[in-house]
Antibody, heavy 122, light 112 residues
Framework: QVQLQESGPGLVKPSETLSLTCTVS?????????WGWIRQSPGLGLEWIGS???????YHNPSLKSRGTISVDTSKNQFSLRLTSVTAADTAVYYC???????????????WGQGTAVTVSS | DIVLTQTPLSLSVTPGQPASISCKSS???????????LYWYLQKPGQSPRLLIY???NRFSGVPDRFSGSGSGTDFTLKISRVEAEDVGVYYC?????????FGGGTKVEIK
């Protein structure tokens, strides 16, 4: 059974960097799936942040203006999100997910973590 | 960016009655690979979104057959043939034909 679990600080100060980790079990992040991050805030609803494939192919949402970076630790079967220069607008529940992938085509998010709430406040 | 517009914003349904949700896209979601990249999710209260339908009309593993999806091009519909109490939550459509991936604004389904 594939499971994903997000972890990270629940509170981040404005202008600082948000770092979250997704730990995957039951599936290797080196397999032929994309993996991604999505967030959900009351104001913006569901917003895709970015996705990656183990080969190095990575996509990010331009709305984040290059503030987001996804990295991978294959030894721990984890991937991480760094979001720099955060503001109150980055307050959200952050989800990691496995992507339904067909021939390296990024389809939909088929398996989600339970999400982790992040508040940006001083 | 592709905009997905869902209607209605909310729906109150008597158990056993049908329900229908519309999702309209600002661009065609038909890819040259022949697939249409429109998906439906249900987010129950306090839970993560759960995939219901992929590629317009295919039920994901474990999804009851009272859920069905239809449509083509830019207009899509999710139907629940007989709503049950466990179907309450917010339904979202999503597209992946083009980055950035986008979601509809959601339709909240409640039980009367």
């Amino acid at each position: 059974q594939v499971q994903l679990q997000e972890s990270g600080p629940g509170l981040v100060k404005p202008s600082e960097t948000l770092s979250l980790t997704c730990t995957v079990s039951g599936s290797s992040i080196n397999s032929d799936y994309y993996w991604g991050w999505i967030r959900q805030s009351p104001g913006l609803g569901l917003e895709w942040i970015g996705s990656f494939l183990h080969s190095g192919t990575t996509y990010h949402n331009p709305s984040l203006k290059s503030r987001g970076t996804i990295s991978v630790d294959t030894s721990k079967n984890q991937f991480s999100l760094r979001l720099t220069s955060v503001t109150a607008a980055d307050t959200a529940v952050y989800y990691c997910a496995r992507v339904r992938t067909s021939g390296h085509f990024h389809e939909c998010f088929e398996i989600w973590g339970q999400g982790t709430a992040v508040t940006v406040s001083s | 960016d592709i905009v997905l517009t869902q209607t209605p914003l909310s729906l109150s349904v008597t158990p056993g009655q049908p329900a229908s949700i519309s999702c309209k896209s600002s661009q065609s979601l038909l890819h040259s690979n022949g697939k249409t990249h429109l998906y439906w999710y249900l987010q129950k209260p306090g839970q993560s979104p759960r995939l219901l339908i992929y590629e317009v009309s295919n039920r994901f593993s474990g999804v009851p057959d009272r859920f069905s999806g239809s449509g083509s091009g830019t207009d899509f519909t999710l139907k629940i043939s007989r709503v049950e109490a466990e179907d309450v939550g917010v339904y979202y459509c999503m597209q992946s034909i083009k980055f950035p991936l986008t979601f509809g604004g959601g339709t909240k389904v409640e039980i009367k």
